[in-house]
């Protein structure tokens, strides 16, 4: 999981990817939403940064 990576980099908090999941899971504005989106409308990551991790899991290409 892209969360867990960050987490282990010291680029998040797992504070920070536990609040992302459950506004994921249960708030209207972000359900269903990519965790990393997430993570950028909450200004916990810059996009370039997210770009790093999608390149190491292969999903670049989907998230643009």
């Known amino acids: 999981m892209i969360g867990e990576l960050m ?3 010291a680029v998040i908090t797992t504070e920070q ?3 992302a999941l459950v506004l994921q899971n249960n708030s209207a504005q972000y359900r269903g939403e990519k ?3 997430i993570f950028i409308n909450l200004g916990w990551l810059e996009p370039h940064k997210l ?3 999608l390149i190491i899991q292969g999903r ?3 998230f643009l």
Do not use: F, N, W
Request: net charge neutral; hydrophobic share 25%; proline share 0%.
């Open 35 to 37: 965790i990393g989106r």
């Open 17 to 19: 990817l536990e609040q």
């Open 51 to 53: 770009v790093k991790y």
């Open 7 to 9: 987490i282990k980099d």
């Open 60 to 62: 670049y290409e989907g």
